[in-house]
């Protein structure tokens, strides 16, 4: 076999980041154990497809999905018209019940391979209630290199190939899916869409590029509250146009008046981040409140808050029930955010507090303490990139029974790991949105002494291969 060659597979299994797993037998052998595996992007078990090896290794190959020649009863069909093209979606035409189900056993394979444990406690995966319209924030990029799907490039139709404002292709970073609709977020965020897209499309404004570092628009980030009518729309530019911006935010307003706050920032950076140097407010507070249970939270413009607000109690709930505190604990909360999971965690802790390398979340954390009246938490600056032992020390912080641990999908710096061991809490819950560094830096801690007790996924993310992941960890006595 070659890059390039087409085969006919059957799919047996399904493998994380959503991928259809095929076996074919190995010359001059028929145990399983001998089989090839072929991981195939866009098949699901049960489907026979006809497949392109794009990767071929020693022990696998990965390939494309071309052809289903036999649909698999799993399926059904994507709402989605850009589906199969954008990334964004990849399991919309997966019938909801196997998702979850595919997504419990990637957690327990994760585990599995990459942490190398054998006797796993996962319980019941916590389905999403929403599984369309459920973000709060969509992040849509400019580019002035549109991507065109099949039906664009078979049509009769003159496209505009130099403006696109949608979603980047998967692994394609100079180029743009142009889209008018997803279902991901809300009505009132494709009026934002297309109504951006044409106002700055008809005056002809240039867009960045991260060739030359030439150009004004970047990203549209969109925001909304999911329990107040409060929706924000953030313009990341190259650099200020008073004069354009206002204009923009005078006819938006007119054109989506559930608007509430339009804000642009200013990104001096090369590197293609929707986050700026710095902000300015056009309209309103410059930031929308949202809440998760009974506790209320300001969120602005690039502060960390749960994508999906609804679920993002089902997950602090489950957090809370894996710590089980008492009321007398000293609590600490790392990669903190906005303070979500600290003030969520106040009321059950004798003090809780939150560590975190954003400013404007620190910010945002020490505004929404003071929102819910809560006084027994506080937040710290700290790249947790490096130690954070000395401003523990600096501050003179009495040391946690409990840790609590949200991080980014890149996971844990082994310098917080280091810290985390030091400090040595009698419990660990570790929150994650990427299993696969959550199983890499819990293996570290259980070598460190903490043994893994039992986890619990919650779906946050429908239609996607991703799933937030809770583990309680114990230091034995």
């Known amino acids: 076999m070659k890059k390039g060659d087409l085969l006919e597979l059957t799919i047996e299994d399904y493998a994380f980041e959503g991928k259809g797993i095929a076996r074919i037998e190995k010359e001059g052998s028929d145990e399983y154990q001998s089989k090839y595996v072929i991981f195939v992007n866009g098949a699901y078990p049960g489907d026979k497809v006809q497949a392109r090896l794009l990767k071929v290794k020693k022990s696998f190959a990965e390939a494309k999905c071309v052809e289903i020649i036999e649909k698999s009863d799993l399926r059904t069909k994507a709402k989605c018209n850009f589906f199969g093209t954008c990334g964004g979606c990849k399991q919309q035409d997966l019938e909801y019940e196997h998702q979850i189900k595919f997504k419990r056993l990637q957690v327990e394979n994760v585990f599995k391979t990459i942490g190398g444990f054998t006797d796993l406690n996962i319980e019941e995966i916590i389905p999403s209630e929403k599984t369309f319209f459920y973000r709060n924030k969509m992040e849509f990029s400019f580019s002035k290199i549109r991507w065109l799907t099949l039906d664009e490039i078979n049509s009769d139709k003159i496209i505009d190939r130099n403006f696109a404002l949608g979603l980047h292709i998967p692994r394609i970073y100079d180029k743009v899916l142009d889209i008018n609709e997803c279902f991901l977020q809300s009505e009132e965020s494709n009026k934002i869409l297309n109504f951006t897209r044409d106002f700055f499309k008809s005056r ?33 530019t190259s650099e200020e146009n008073d004069e354009l911006i206002s204009q923009y935010a005078e006819q938006l307003k007119k054109e989506v008046p559930q608007i509430t706050t339009i804000i642009n920032n200013i990104n001096l950076k090369k590197a293609n981040v929707a986050i700026g140097d710095y902000e300015k407010i056009f ?16 969120v602005s413009a690039n502060s960390f808050f749960q994508t999906n607000t609804l679920q993002a109690e ?28 600290s003030i969520y965690a106040s009321e059950k802790a004798k003090e809780v507090y939150g560590f975190e390398n954003v400013h404007s979340s620190i910010e945002d954390a020490g505004k929404n303490a003071e929102l819910n009246n809560i006084g027994n938490v ?15 020390k600096e501050n003179k912080l009495p040391k946690p029974q409990t840790i609590i641990i949200d991080p980014p999908r890149n996971g844990m710096h082994k310098n917080t790991i280091a810290d985390v061991l030091e400090l040595s809490p009698g419990k660990i819950v570790y929150v994650s949105c990427n299993p696969a560094t959550q199983a890499r830096d819990v293996k570290l801690l259980t070598e460190g002494g903490y043994k893994l007790i039992k986890m619990k996924p919650v779906d946050m993310f429908p239609h996607t291969f991703h799933i937030e992941n809770v583990c309680l960890l114990i230091k034995p006595k």
């Not at 506080?378 to 401003?391: H, Q, T």
């Open 204 to 236: 002809e404004t240039t867009i960045y590029s991260t060739k030359n570092h030439k150009g004004y628009l970047r990203n549209l980030v969109i925001r909304q509250s999911q329990h107040f009518d409060e929706l924000m729309v953030n313009l990341v």
């Open 283 to 298: 309209w309103g507070d410059g930031f929308i409140n949202d809440s998760i249970g009974k506790y209320k939270f300001r």
């Open 314 to 341: 089902n997950l602090y709930n489950t957090t809370l029930d894996f710590a089980d505190l008492k009321g007398d604990e000293i609590v600490y909360d790392l990669y903190s955010g906005t303070g979500t999971i």
């Open 378 to 392: 506080r937040f710290y600056e700290a790249n947790l990139y490096k130690p954070m032992l000395p401003i523990v």
